[in-house]
């Protein structure tokens, strides 16, 4: 069988760290395992680099930038296949390139569309531990160097798994699993033993960072079983599978997640005629502005409030952009409000279960928190609150399904 | 015409200096040249890389060693490429393997053995400013990457300027060109205006840093002129070139060069019988050890002492070595010396002006300076003193021969 492993920057951020990874990825040899092993690069190298970057170029050209944040991932993939040598197993360290990781030519945010893992066969074949790039492949047309953007490592490992055949994709990371609610707020969340794709993917959409989106798309659409475990203990993590396999207990509620790094967006007035939700959203998706949650509310008097919530770095360039615009679309005035959080309930139980929202909203009003903004999907309820709320907010909707406890039963 | 610059470490050791580097390539192209930049990697990046191989593991297995200290060069050539653009010209950096440098698959010290510049020729074409990772390379039999050894990315640069039938290599280094001695010995060395590869390659081998002896030997074997100069000023440095244009203004001597880095290894009363020689310097052939000066006197009594000199960091190896090959050759006893420099004096006017080893040696006499060893060839003759001797000789055999003076003539 081919175990897939993903360690993060802090599992490798000195080589004391990388040496532990190496005792972790000699043990699954030990047990007859074939291994693939993908890295992020050091600590903060990569922020480093981009400083460095920043120092010589206002805005440095994506090509070259993916060519310089790639050395990060060179340097801990090389030395964790030293560390392997010197506990006596062989390794081979391959560049996302030479993993057969093909992307297409976005640079700082490339898809993968395809993997030819043939040197990555090979070297499994000759029982050496395969040690690979994370986050970096190249592309198919101008066969430059390529990055996924942030957290792309899980992304490569999850393509390598599903490439592979692998039997899991295990993601090392700081914390041992996907949890109810961030212990940090909630002293009594309870990490999850299963989870589904989907479930996961609206719980990383929501804020919980355990993951990144892309990873579990990816996971999700491949059928690949990732287990988020931790890097500083050997305890079980929590499995993300299929929802056939994840959901045998079937729980309800999965859990709580929140996000504070989002602003509103309130176009105020649009003029209530077709078109014009369309001419706001292409300007913002053309300016690669991310949109979330869009509500609009029912017309009154012929206009309406559109609003939306967009990613904080992004906010003010969208204001710029819509109050330019606001002659043409004829609507009032922007008012971008950064001081907001997102808080979502997400359970794939949520779909037979009617009432889900009304618990949800109540519980929020008996603590005394305003919604400002609502929008759900089959297995999800998300709604903007007060920043300063957030917490409350958590607390009390983690209460009011009973999601706390030591270990899910 | 195509221009070949090299940058070492000490030119892009910081961001503030990459960018005056990307000042300095901005003036050649917009003089109409197209320019290939090849870098090293950052002032001491490469030191740091090893450090921290070595913090992981006893011998770095060469392979990762490589494929490790290869992000140096990949940090500095798109920082650099980036402060291109920010200076309005466009830039594509490469790595060893984008550039088509193919090389065996000596690890951490490759030889190249074909180029093959496809994507350098097509960036050029598209106007860009190409800047290519030095001392690094690809290796045809198994696509790992690969590296030239220390000071590689001359020889990167010298060849990449001989494959594209580039006008000329310039090695900017942080001296301003080659000197009649060491001018931190020698207060009245004089720069040199014009040197042949054949001179350079002597001056290379016997010490004189500036240039890498391998970038030399290429540089003669495909016709390459290089301009050594500094990247701190913009004054003309030292060209060395064929010999038929560079001794146009034909000096007997060009130069002074002097190596305290290596030791004298003497093998004492070796019997005189034919394969012993063989013997020994195929012992340390297989053992790596590179042998400079080989010395063997007319026997006297049926044996023959035989002194070589030797790296000092191979010295203990050397000879333990060959005390354990003492029995089978015969011979009484190995001694290592540590303590001992080489002298040398270059020229390519020696092989037509006879006198001027005997005016070498009475001037270290006249000096008070015993020589321990002799070794000449057509275009050089070498001494070995006492380390303690060194000044003393470099300094009386410049001055006998009046190599000094403010520009040569």
Chains 1, 2 share one sequence.
């Not at 994370?134 to 390529?146: A, C, E, I, P």
């Not at 490569?156 to 700081?174: M, N």
Request: charged share 20%.
């Amino acid at each position: 069988m081919i175990v897939v492993q993903k360690y993060g920057g802090s599992s490798v951020a000195d080589t004391d760290r990388i040496k532990r990874v190496a005792e972790r990825v000699v043990q699954v040899r030990r047990d007859g395992h074939d291994v693939v092993v993908v890295v992020s690069a050091m600590g903060k190298t990569t922020d480093q680099l981009i400083r460095q970057a920043e120092e010589v170029s206002g805005i440095p050209p994506a090509r070259e930038l993916d060519m310089l944040l790639t050395a990060g991932e060179r340097i801990s993939m090389s030395l964790l296949a030293m560390a392997m040598h010197e506990l006596g197993y062989t390794a081979r360290s391959l560049t996302g390139s030479q993993a057969g990781i093909i992307t297409d030519t976005t640079h700082g945010k490339a898809r993968i569309i395809d993997i030819t893992p043939g040197r990555i066969n090979s070297a499994l074949a000759e029982g050496h531990v395969v040690i690979v790039a994370g986050f970096q492949g190249v592309s198919r047309d101008s066969k430059d160097v390529t990055t996924l953007g942030r957290g792309g490592s899980d992304t490569t490992a999850v393509a390598l798994a599903g490439a592979l055949g692998a039997s899991v994709c295990e993601i090392y990371t700081d914390v041992d699993g996907v949890y109810t609610a961030d212990p940090r707020i909630v002293s009594t969340a309870r990490k999850l033993q299963r989870v589904s794709h989907e479930e996961m993917l609206e719980l990383a959409a929501c804020g919980a960072k355990v993951l990144q989106v892309r990873s579990v798309e990816y996971a999700r659409n491949h059928h690949v079983a990732v287990h988020v475990r931790s890097s500083f203990s050997y305890g079980e993590g929590t499995w993300v599978q299929d929802e056939s396999e994840a959901n045998m207990e079937q729980a309800v509620i999965s859990g709580v997640a929140h996000d504070t790094g989002e602003g509103k967006l309130v176009i105020r007035r649009v003029p209530d005629k077709p078109g014009v939700a369309a001419r706001i959203f292409t300007a913002l998706a053309e300016a690669n502005i991310n949109i979330d949650m869009i509500v609009q509310n029912v017309s009154e008097d012929g206009t309406t409030d559109i609003s939306c919530t967009v990613p904080l770095a992004d906010g003010p360039r969208a204001d710029l952009l819509l109050t330019a615009l606001l002659p043409e679309i004829g609507a009032e005035g922007i008012l971008f409000d950064s001081d907001v959080a997102k808080v979502s309930l997400v359970g794939a139980g949520m779909k037979t279960h009617p009432g889900v929202a009304a618990a949800m909203f109540s519980a929020l009003s008996d603590a005394g928190v305003n919604i400002e903004m609502i929008s759900t999907s089959t297995i999800r309820i998300s709604v903007v609150v007060r920043a300063a709320e957030v917490s409350t907010a958590v607390q009390a909707v983690h209460d009011r399904f009973n999601l706390g406890g030591e270990v899910e039963t």
